[in-house]
């Protein structure tokens, strides 16, 4: 890793070496806070989690050929290498600051209520048809993830697809301080994490703060359908570049037309010129995606038909609308997390399917005060829809259950009190054929419900 020696790492973090003058000036091979990964001159950070303190596995892993670790704790004389810190994830992340200075590469900071994943895919296959691109993987995108994401890096890297999570004020701040984007790009402002946040004011401060650190010839892109983004007009003097489905927008969308749950046609216009595209996943909101990543690979240099290629080659996320076809069933996995504009988002793509269409729902959570009023305003919004049947798992969602049947009283809804009870009677309530959209927050632990129906 270029530059990252114990001494310089030290430095970095404002730590205290202790160990062999010999290796302080050594290049450490990689940085893990999984014992079970540590390679051979590699580096282990030691965390202390809730259930687990990484301290414990120090003598392992140093026996296993680390050339150090990071400690908040002072190792017995003799016991090899070690970096002494106050609190091991900030170091984490002042190291990972000081090696992306070394990197030098383009960083793309990505933001956003909803979609920041599957924005940050897209983004990624974009630049990937001309840059060796590296992206977060999973979810990987808060204070600890972020850091172990840039230690990926390697010197074949061109440019980094950093996706940055957060829920309270300053949170983004810090992450921005990691990462100093040359690009930054928000996807929207949703009602997410108001138990925090307050309102959606409050989350479009928050999110906000990745502008801290925007370099000066920085990059801004927006949503533009946001309301709240759309105020964004002047950034630190720069004007943002907004993408959208109205001609305003720098980049724009048209001739939108649904593929079923194979994907959305549309045309994409931009300055240098336009182009027909098929975003191989639904919705649209996969549309105002594509757009983003059209925006930021003309940033970058691309072709328009290197941008086409990239949307067209992306592959969906397990639990973010991943299609899975069993024997009996067309499957939708969107069960990694949950707000009500996801919910309701991910509610119409399902009405687009064709056959008999079932929603299997579940709490969502850190939505504040308002979170049994916000739940019911899904279910409103579901009743305007024609979805078939839905089952529903979660006291607040009784709340959904009611805003659905304000709507449509003949709708069809069950309601369970907890996962189990959900689990125990989901396969008694399905037909073959059909369409089922599985949502909830990560918390409800819907994943369950996936595998059980995978088996079918």
């Known amino acids: ?70 400690s908040e704790k002072r190792l017995p004389e003799g016991s090899g290498n070690y970096i002494l810190v106050e609190h091991t994830v900030k170091a984490l992340g002042a190291i990972a600051a000081y090696y992306l200075e070394q990197l030098q590469i383009p960083v793309v900071g990505i933001t956003g209520s909803v979609g920041k994943t599957s924005t940050k895919e897209m983004i990624a296959a974009v630049l990937s048809q001309k840059y060796h691109t590296l992206k977060t993987a999973g979810n990987f995108n808060n204070d600890l993830g972020l850091p172990l994401t840039i230690f990926r890096l390697r010197d074949e890297d061109e440019i980094a697809v950093l996706e940055m999570g957060i829920s309270h004020f300053g949170e983004m701040h810090e992450l921005a301080r990691i990462a100093k984007p040359d690009t930054c790009v928000i996807t929207n402002i949703g009602q997410c994490h108001l138990e925090f946040l307050g309102d959606r004011d409050g989350v479009l401060r928050a999110k ?25 007009r002047e950034v630190r003097g720069i004007r943002p570049v907004f993408f959208g489905l109205g001609k305003e927008c720098a980049v724009y969308a048209d001739c939108i037309s649904p593929c079923g749950l194979s994907g959305v046609a549309c045309r994409i216009h931009t300055e240098q010129g336009t182009f027909d595209v098929t975003v191989p996943i639904p919705g649209l909101h996969m549309v105002l995606n594509a757009l983003a990543g059209t925006a930021v690979g003309l940033h970058y240099g691309l072709t328009l038909e290197q941008i086409r290629a990239g949307i067209e080659s992306l592959q969906p996320v397990d639990g973010r609308f991943h299609i899975i076809r069993t024997e009996k069933l067309t499957l939708i996995d969107d069960c990694y997390n949950a707000n009500p504009m996801s919910m309701v988002s991910s509610l119409k793509v399902l009405n ?8 299997v729902l579940g709490d969502m959570g850190e939505l504040g005060p308002e979170e049994a009023s916000l739940h019911r305003e899904v279910g409103v919004q579901a009743g ?13 969602c009784r709340n959904l259950a009611e805003g659905l049947l304000s709507v449509r009283p003949d709708a069809e809804v069950t309601c369970y009190e907890t996962l ?26 819907f994943e369950k419900v996936v595998e059980l129906l995978k088996e079918r």
């Open 1 to 70: 890793m270029k530059n990252m020696t114990l001494r310089h790492m030290a430095q970095a973090c404002e730590g205290i070496y202790v160990g062999s003058e010999a290796d302080a000036d050594r290049e450490i091979s990689s940085i893990t806070t999984d014992s079970r990964k540590v390679e051979p001159g590699g580096l282990f950070a030691a965390i202390k989690g809730a259930r687990v303190d990484g301290h414990d596995f120090i003598p392992a892993v140093l026996e296993q050929g680390a050339l150090a670790v990071i």
């Open 208 to 232: 906000s703060e990745i502008f801290d650190f925007l370099r000066e010839d920085g990059y801004i892109i927006l949503n533009g359908e946001d309301d709240k983004l759309e105020t964004l």
């Open 352 to 359: 687009d399917a064709l056959g008999r269409k079932v929603a």
């Open 384 to 396: 305007a829809l024609g979805i078939d049947r839905y089952l529903l798992a979660g006291p607040l």
């Open 420 to 445: 189990q009870e959900l689990l125990r009677d989901l396969p008694g309530q399905l037909q073959p054929d059909d369409t089922v959209l599985v949502k909830a927050s990560h918390f409800m632990h």
